[in-house]
């Protein structure tokens, strides 16, 4: 089982960014989609969720109106589209996954700052 996060990096505050995750090894399209992150001396919360089929979403408040949670169950993809970023987003992001089992990535980077 592999969860693979890319896309993370450097970015000034209001840029944006696309996360994305790729899944192998287990049924892809059984499992419910989660990215989570954790900041420095903080614990890891749940920053945005999606069900197996796609069909719904959900948010932490903080990133309502600028995240963007999707998936692909053709290519074993999820997506997370970050927009209007601030300094509060710094952190490192994880992908997850969770039905029966739960599998986790190794995490991607993103800071924000000038």
């Known amino acids: 089982v592999q969860l693979v996060e890319s896309g993370g990096g450097l970015v000034q505050p209001g840029g944006s960014l696309r996360l994305s995750c790729a899944a192998s090894g287990f049924t892809f399209r059984w499992y419910q989609m989660r990215w989570y992150r954790q900041a420095p001396g903080k614990e890891r919360e749940l920053v945005a969720g999606?069900?197996?089929?796609?069909?719904?979403?959900n948010y932490a408040d903080s990133v309502k109106g600028r995240f963007t949670i999707s998936r692909d169950n053709g290519k074993n993809m999820v997506y997370l589209q970050m927009n209007s970023l601030k300094p509060e987003d710094t952190a490192v992001y994880y992908c997850n996954a969770y039905s029966i089992n739960e599998y986790w990535g190794q995490g991607t980077q993103v800071t924000v700052s000038s």
């Open positions: 999606i069900t197996s089929s796609g069909g719904t979403t």
